[in-house]
């Protein structure tokens, strides 16, 4: 089951959110957030997505002890339907992947000392976007999005705060959609500012010494 389409297919009716660029220790609060939600949505499936792949197999091998259903993605299983945590070991998927998932949280920001991590892609794809507040220079990005639409970007702290917005964009279709549509729609606006910047400095740089020289030949 390599095919993102497959995958897709496979979760077209669960609940699915993915947590991707996990760091070390980050999982204790994505796994803490999935145990809570699960009781509460038991066909809801936790996309989980680490930095290292060997990272990746080791959540899943912890998880086994604990006798919880993990998928591994490089064994090119059949997500089944008892399983509710999916772990993806593979490089070169996440733009993929951000098609098949309606929230995306993003990691590398929810402990100290880590510096998050690019949120176009999943608002690019229409996801909603949650992100810790350890987000380093990305902070400017994050404050251009919420400017544009303040709906664009969620901040959470921690294991209570994510718990409860993943919680209500799961109960709430209405704030779900509203939250996918300003990441979207804020990340088109932020992307169109950059080229017309980009315009604005070939215009005045190159294009306007190009049309000197062609009045002095």
């Not at 964009?169 to 980009?198: D, H, I, P, T, Y």
Request: hydrophobic letters at 40%; one cysteine or more.
């Amino acid at each position: 089951m390599k095919s993102i389409e497959d995958l897709r297919e496979q979760l077209v009716h669960r609940q699915v959110w993915m947590a991707s660029s996990i760091h070390r220790g980050e999982e204790e609060v994505i796994l803490g957030v999935h145990k809570a939600l699960v009781q509460r949505h038991p066909d809801m499936v936790t996309i989980i997505v680490p930095r290292q792949p060997q990272h990746g197999r080791e959540i899943v091998q912890k998880l086994q002890k604990e006798g919880l259903n993990a998928g591994l993605r490089s064994h090119n299983e059949k997500l089944m339907q008892r399983t509710n945590i999916y772990v993806v070991d593979t490089l070169g998927e996440l733009r993929w992947l951000y098609q098949v998932t309606p929230i995306a949280v993003i990691g590398g920001s929810f402990l100290s000392g880590l510096t998050g991590h690019n949120i176009s892609e999943p608002a690019a794809a229409g996801c909603a976007v949650l992100t810790g507040h350890h987000v380093g220079h990305f902070s400017h990005m994050i404050a251009e999005m919420r400017r544009l639409n303040h709906l664009s970007v969620m901040q959470v702290s921690g294991k209570v705060e994510l718990e409860s917005a993943l919680s209500e964009l799961f109960s709430n279709a209405k704030v779900l959609e509203e939250r996918r549509e300003a990441a979207k729609q804020a990340f088109r606006s932020l992307s169109s500012g950059v080229v017309a910047n980009v315009w604005n400095v070939l215009n005045v740089h190159v294009f306007r010494k190009a049309f000197l020289e062609y009045r002095t030949d």
